[in-house]
């Protein structure tokens, strides 16, 4: 139906139009929880493949998208495209309610979703629900007790990643 409506498909949990069947399966992922693509190094679980071919830099240290202007290099293309914003001071996503302006589409989701109540990612577990599936993520090792963070100097292993950085910096 929606072929000749020229509506695109739509999730059913938040709403959020995507523009074809496949990418809306994708997305569907960041509901159920569901992410078939593991990394062999440090188990980590991804909902797409790219994302799983993105994490696997921080293991090898790849970082092929270098900055023209600072040398800065980064994992993702992507990254290197948000940065170059910092240079040229480009904010192009506005947000249509408070006329904020972000580097990113993404960055403008997560803020337009303070404009809302909208918590669509809610831990199986305890049920307490989040805006961020990142903040899920994050949630679920408290149930789990997992630390998939490792130090390549001792060892020693986190919950969080930012923690990591923070002792590898010392743990020279």
């Known amino acids: 139906m929606r072929t000749h409506t020229g509506d695109r498909p739509f999730c059913g949990d938040c709403g959020?139009?995507?523009?074809?069947?496949?990418?809306?399966?994708?997305?569907?992922r960041t509901h159920t929880g569901e992410r078939p693509y593991h990394c062999t190094v440090c188990g980590?679980?991804?909902?797409?493949?790219?994302?799983?071919?993105?994490?696997?830099?921080?293991?090898?240290?790849?970082?092929?998208?270098?900055?023209?202007?600072?040398?800065?290099s980064f994992t993702q293309s992507g990254d290197l495209v948000k940065h170059k914003r910092i240079h040229s001071g480009e904010k192009p996503f506005e947000c249509p309610d408070c006329h904020r302006?972000?580097?990113?589409?993404?960055?403008l989701g997560k803020h337009r979703?303070?404009?809302?109540?909208?918590?669509?990612?809610?831990?199986?577990?305890?049920?307490?629900?989040?805006?961020?599936?990142?903040?899920?993520?994050?949630?679920?090792?408290?149930?789990?007790?997992?630390?998939?963070y490792s130090?390549?100097?001792?060892?020693?292993?986190?919950?969080r990643s930012h923690h990591l950085s923070g002792h590898v910096a010392k743990c020279r």
Do not use: V, W
Request: with cysteine; hydrophobic share 20%; aromatic share 6%.
């Open 44 to 72: 980590n679980r991804f909902i797409r493949l790219s994302h799983l071919r993105n994490h696997q830099r921080t293991h090898t240290g790849e970082r092929p998208y270098k900055c023209t202007e600072c040398n800065k």
């Open 101 to 107: 302006c972000y580097t990113s589409s993404g960055d």
């Open 151 to 159: 130090c390549p100097n001792c060892l020693r292993r986190f919950a």
């Open 16 to 28: 959020l139009k995507i523009g074809d069947l496949g990418a809306l399966k994708i997305h569907l």
């Open 113 to 148: 979703r303070s404009h809302t109540n909208l918590r669509p990612y809610t831990c199986q577990e305890c049920g307490k629900s989040f805006r961020l599936s990142g903040h899920l993520k994050t949630h679920m090792l408290t149930h789990t007790g997992e630390k998939p």
